[in-house]
């Protein structure tokens, strides 16, 4: 039977407004292909960022573009020609696997050439604040095993990093700083980090000015987040970070994304699997590449006022696999 693709945009309120150094945000706005073919229904989610030019009437309308290509049959690997790395081949690209999942009634792990999701430890994101706000917050969620502090450059980025430290002295943390620093500010705050026991700092310097990170000592490893969206930026990141984050939304859906998984892994850099703010329709998919992640951070639906339905089991950090009535 033809298959068929709708869009629809959704918004999903906050459960407090969540600041990064680009800004303040209170609700997610998202968008959701779904594909039927009349004996399956399957869905994808992308989340258009500002940060890559996404908005999410631009989205919506890249996304519908490919609605012939899709009733004519195509594959996952085929809509990489039709659509560029993004929000809006995201979801179209993650609808296509929960169908070929659903038709061949065999879960996609299993077809992408990954090993069995289980449950996982997720980082939770403090929101940008003031040192004394994210001290509090902190101490709200010291029993999570894996926090990841938002930084935002300037004068008390380093007293926000103490705080939360002091706040929560037994979690790991992550920094993140979102391009806002220089490389003089790198040069100043790295060992510092190192001292409060940081495991990962994430895009320190601006995406495409990151070229000082060649010549100046890495005390904490260091991730690429903007820097890295696909396999070809990698040959870009050597010498210059340790690990890469991994977002379907950046990569553009789960087929490039486990490629740039694999290709990261084999040449030894460390892996994140991280998200944009969603629901859990747009994490379930991140979470088959999972156990190929030395870090996860797939909180998104923890920091919503209320989640789709059926959403992800969470227990407290620990995030479960999907179950196919939500995805895949």
Same mark, same amino acid.
């Given at each position: 039977?033809?298959?068929?693709?709708?869009?629809?945009?959704?918004?999903?309120?906050?459960?407090?407004?969540?600041?990064?150094?680009?800004?303040? =945000?209170? !609700?997610?706005?998202?968008?959701?292909?779904?594909?039927?073919?009349?004996?399956? !229904?399957?869905?994808?989610?992308?989340?258009?960022?500002?940060?890559?030019?996404?908005?999410?009437?631009?989205?919506?309308?890249?996304?519908?573009?490919?609605?012939?290509?899709?009733?004519?049959?195509?594959? #996952?690997?085929?809509?990489?020609?039709?659509?560029?790395?993004?929000?809006?081949?995201?979801?179209?690209?993650?609808?296509?696997?929960?169908?070929?999942?659903?038709?061949?009634?065999?879960?996609?792990?299993?077809?992408?050439?990954?090993?069995? @999701? !289980? #449950?996982?430890?997720?980082?939770?994101?403090?929101?940008?604040?003031?040192?004394? $706000?994210?001290?509090?917050?902190?101490?709200?969620?010291?029993?999570?095993?894996?926090?990841?502090? =938002?930084?935002?450059? *300037?004068?008390?980025?380093?007293?926000?990093?103490?705080?939360?430290?002091? *706040?929560?002295?037994?979690?790991?943390?992550?920094?993140?700083?979102?391009?806002?620093?220089? #490389?003089?500010?790198?040069?100043?705050?790295?060992?510092?980090?190192?001292?409060?026991?940081?495991?990962?700092?994430?895009?320190?310097? @601006?995406?495409? =000015?990151?070229?000082?990170?060649?010549?100046?000592?890495?005390?904490?490893?260091? +991730?690429?987040?903007?820097? +890295? !969206?696909?396999?070809?930026?990698?040959?870009?990141?050597? *010498?210059?970070?340790?690990?890469?984050?991994? =977002?379907?939304?950046?990569?553009?859906?789960?087929?490039?994304?486990?490629?740039?998984?694999?290709?990261?892994?084999?040449?030894?850099?460390?892996?994140?699997?991280?998200?944009?703010?969603?629901?859990?329709?747009?994490?379930?998919?991140?979470?088959?590449?999972?156990?190929?992640?030395?870090?996860?951070?797939?909180?998104?639906?923890?920091?919503? $006022?209320?989640?789709?339905?059926?959403?992800?089991?969470?227990? *407290?950090?620990?995030?479960?696999?999907?179950?196919?009535?939500?995805?895949?």
């Amino acid at each position: 039977m033809t298959r068929r693709l709708t869009i629809r945009r959704e918004s999903w309120p906050l459960a407090k407004p969540f600041t990064i150094s680009r800004g303040t =945000k209170t !609700h997610a706005e998202v968008v959701v292909a779904e594909i039927t073919d009349g004996a399956n !229904h399957a869905r994808g989610e992308g989340v258009p960022y500002v940060r890559y030019g996404e908005t999410v009437d631009g989205v919506v309308a890249q996304a519908e573009s490919v609605a012939d290509a899709i009733a004519a049959g195509i594959e #996952p690997r085929d809509l990489q020609a039709l659509l560029p790395p993004g929000a809006a081949r995201n979801a179209v690209d993650c609808a296509l696997w929960d169908l070929r999942a659903k038709s061949e009634l065999t879960p996609i792990w299993r077809l992408i050439g990954f090993d069995a @999701p !289980h #449950p996982v430890v997720t980082a939770y994101t403090l929101s940008l604040d003031s040192p004394a $706000a994210m001290a509090e917050t902190a101490a709200e969620n010291a029993f999570r095993p894996l926090l990841k502090l =938002k930084l935002g450059g *300037g004068s008390e980025d380093l007293e926000r990093v103490r705080a939360v430290r002091a *706040g929560a002295p037994k979690s790991r943390l992550i920094v993140d700083a979102n391009e806002a620093w220089s #490389p003089e500010d790198f040069a100043a705050l790295a060992p510092a980090l190192a001292e409060l026991g940081v495991a990962l700092l994430e895009q320190p310097l @601006p995406a495409g =000015k990151d070229e000082a990170l060649a010549h100046l000592p890495r005390p904490v490893p260091v +991730c690429a987040d903007e820097s +890295c !969206h696909v396999v070809a930026d990698l040959d870009r990141l050597a *010498g210059r970070y340790d690990a890469v984050n991994v =977002k379907l939304d950046k990569a553009g859906g789960l087929t490039e994304a486990a490629a740039l998984v694999k290709e990261a892994k084999g040449r030894g850099l460390r892996v994140m699997i991280g998200c944009m703010v969603g629901t859990s329709l747009a994490m379930a998919p991140a979470l088959v590449l999972a156990s190929e992640a030395d870090f996860v951070d797939l909180d998104g639906p923890l920091l919503l $006022a209320r989640d789709r339905q059926p959403g992800l089991r969470y227990e *407290g950090s620990t995030v479960f696999p999907p179950k196919p009535n939500l995805w895949g």
